[in-house]
């Protein structure tokens, strides 16, 4: 069975940082484009960063571009981002995505293939 298991979220202040994590199992990594999207309540779930699967180029959100990095590490399964200089605008859940396999992107959520539970970010003005 296919599990993403996102951590890392919490509350911090504008301006700061945090890093998610995801740790991937029951598919196989490599094949997948592996990314994150958020959700504001009430308000659809939008993509925010994606590694491709076919050479791990980065993809990222105009409203994040410069602010958030998206990595894995294979070896661990594990896909993270990084976001530094968050604003509150930035408060949301954000879940770990798996699309593919082979896929180029992370396309939009109706082509989601798994979905994690989702880690709660909240920043403070």
């Known amino acids: 069975e296919a599990q993403l298991v996102e951590s890392g979220g919490g509350l911090v202040q504008a301006g700061g940082s945090l890093t998610l994590s995801c740790v991937a199992s029951g598919f196989t990594f490599d094949d997948y484009a592996i990314g994150w999207f958020r959700q504001v309540a009430g308000k659809e779930r939008e993509g925010v960063s994606c590694?491709?699967?076919?050479?791990?180029?980065?993809d990222y959100a105009d409203a994040v571009k410069g602010r958030f990095t998206i990595s894995s590490d294979s070896a661990k399964n594990t896909v993270y981002l990084q976001m530094n200089n968050l604003k509150p605008e930035d408060t949301a859940t954000y879940y770990c995505v798996a699309v593919g396999p082979y896929a180029r992107d992370c396309h939009g959520a109706n082509d989601v293939d798994y979905w994690g539970k989702g880690t709660l970010v909240t920043v403070s003005t």
């Open positions: 590694l491709s699967a076919i050479d791990r180029d980065t």
